[in-house]
């Protein structure tokens, strides 16, 4: 079992920067792929972004590679989301999520635990 809570979000104006962290609990999760989603008001969840178990490997979805960037502290059971150049669009509600496994996916219904959700506003 593994629980997962988030923190960092708030309110920001287009072009800042928010660092959200996710904060886990459970002996598995150093052994699992983490990845980061996020819901828009209106819309379905998508996938943000995930990392590997070393945190060698990571995947970006196409609309905020470039700007964010996710890591991992393994000894601090800690995932970090650093979100820089924000955009309007980018507001949502950002969940970390970790996966069954090690493998890493973009495919939410791989993710086994997830977290309550930190809200991220962007104004323009």
């Known amino acids: 079992q593994v629980q997962l809570v988030e923190s960092g979000g708030g309110l920001v104006q287009a072009g800042g920067s928010l660092r959200l962290s996710c904060a886990a609990s459970g002996r598995t999760f150093s052994s699992t792929a983490v990845g980061w989603f996020r819901q828009a008001p209106g819309k379905e969840r998508e996938f943000v972004a995930a990392i590997s178990v070393s945190g060698g490997n990571t995947h970006y979805a196409d609309s905020v590679k470039g700007r964010f960037t996710i890591s991992r502290d393994n000894a601090k059971n800690t995932v970090s989301l650093q979100m820089n150049s924000l955009k309007p669009e980018d507001t949502a509600v950002y969940y970390c999520?970790?996966?069954?496994?090690?493998?890493?996916?973009?495919?939410?219904?791989?993710?086994?635990?997830w977290g309550q959700g930190t809200q991220v506003t962007v104004s323009s």
């Open positions: 999520a970790a996966s069954y496994s090690a493998t890493l996916t973009r495919i939410q219904g791989l993710y086994a635990f």
